[in-house]
């Protein structure tokens, strides 16, 4: 989730629940204030009534009359109670409106002309529901409205404050040791991303210079090794042609030669996974994957007639991918040579090519149980081996995943009915 939006829904999330709670108080303190203040008129009412009837003891108050707003009804003394009031919510029928409205009512006794009355006042409610319902949708649309306002306005502001920094972002993810350019930041009068330029800039140099120390660290301890064991081998190589040694002599000499090759070879393959890893080759081809397939097949006619292993091909025409063919090559070989190396006898290699994924799957070596699963978390690791094959020093795997990495390809292993099966997804 990017940051904007991320903050943004945050912001409102906490606007929401305020918005919640100030809307329960508000109707609340509303719904109060409403009553409070009918209260207060009836209270006003029942002052003045009571006056006026005191200075007008003629006047017919007696009667209920349906246009007052008041009704007196005479009690004994001992039902009367001094000082008493109730205010109360009553619904009225009003046969005009065909319906029920609401009214406040105070019920109080009082004392007049020397009697004792319990007294009645009614008034409406002002349609105190309606009214605090009305104010409510009211406010609640209007505050919706500011909500909408406020994340419409503070992502177009955030966006325009927070663009050197994701510009920044979208610099140092296109940025490659191996071009050898610094990237070009954009410049900004906010101080902490100016800081965060210069702190970019600074450690960008330093890695640059990390870099090619460890390119060039690599590429010269290579040469400097391949020179000595190339010499190694042609000196021991001719000292078996020219000495003469006895047969266990030889099978030294023999070791060592064989010792030497390997240590070539495994020079040559860190080089070039080194080489894989610093991005050093370039990667605008389009490579055909059934060609390597069917060119590099011929280097394990050998070891599939040895074994009796039995291939099976289900190749698709034109499956071409963008990469680089060196790399792909390897690859290719890389699995295949995999699948052949820790294969039993009669066993069988399955080659398949389909909608843009190439899949190599093969019966385990005969020291391997059948249905036993590689471990996933090593089988692409450096030097893990768990065949214990002398030939191989485990490199071959994890080559093949850096291949797949650097070009944007996604290579996956899985066990199915016995079969160790690679497959690699060209996307």
């Known amino acids: ?190 101080d902490e991303f100016r800081m965060l330029n210069e702190a970019v800039n600074e450690l960008t140099r330093k890695n640059m210079e990390v870099f090619e120390s460890q390119k060039q660290f690599i590429e010269n301890a290579s040469h400097e090794m391949q020179t000595p064991l190339s010499v190694i081998q042609s000196r021991l190589e001719g000292l078996i042609g020219q000495a003469e040694l006895t047969q266990e002599q030889a099978e030294i000499v023999e070791g060592i030669i064989g010792s030497t090759q390997r240590l070539k070879k495994l020079n040559k393959t860190l080089l070039l996974l080194s080489k894989i890893e610093n991005r050093q080759f370039l990667l605008s081809e389009q490579v055909d994957i059934n060609t390597i397939i069917s060119r590099s097949m011929e280097y394990y006619e050998e070891q599939k007639a040895a074994l009796n292993i039995s291939v099976k091909t289900e190749i698709q025409n034109n499956l071409i991918v963008q990469g680089n063919t060196m790399l792909a090559e390897i690859l290719v070989q890389n699995l295949l040579k995999n699948a052949f190396l820790h294969n039993r006898e009669n066993g069988t290699v399955n080659i398949q090519t389909k909608e843009r994924k190439f899949m190599i799957a093969n019966t385990g070596h005969e020291k391997q149980e059948t249905g036993t699963v590689l471990e996933k978390d090593k089988l692409f690791s450096r030097f893990y081996k768990q065949s214990g094959n002398p030939d191989t020093w485990g490199l071959g795997l994890a080559i093949a995943r850096k291949i797949a990495d650097t070009s944007g390809w996604e290579l996956h292993y899985r066990e199915e009915e016995g079969l160790h099966i690679f497959e690699v997804d060209f996307g």
């Open 1 to 190: 989730m990017k940051l904007l939006t991320y903050t943004s829904r945050i912001q409102s999330l906490y606007f929401l629940i305020l918005f919640g709670i100030f809307s329960i108080l508000f109707y609340l303190v509303l719904s109060w204030n409403v009553l409070q203040n009918v209260d207060e008129v009836l209270y006003n009412r029942k002052a003045n009534l009571l006056a006026y009837l005191e200075q007008n003891p003629e006047a017919p108050y007696k009667e209920d009359n349906p246009l007052d707003d008041f009704t007196f009804y005479l009690v004994e003394e001992a039902a009367f109670q001094e000082r008493y009031e109730s205010y109360t919510d009553t619904l009225i029928y009003e046969p005009v409106d065909d319906e029920f409205d609401e009214y406040r009512m105070l019920n109080t006794f009082v004392k007049l002309h020397g009697k004792h009355y319990r007294l009645e006042i009614i008034k409406p409610h002002l349609e105190a529901a309606e009214m605090i319902g009305t104010i409510a949708i009211t406010l609640g649309s209007l505050f919706l409205g500011l909500l909408l306002s406020f994340y419409v306005s503070q992502r177009v502001i955030s966006r325009k404050i927070w663009g050197p920094f994701f510009e920044i972002l979208e610099k140092l993810r296109l940025f490659r040791f191996d071009k050898q350019e610094f990237p070009a930041l954009p410049s900004t009068h906010i």
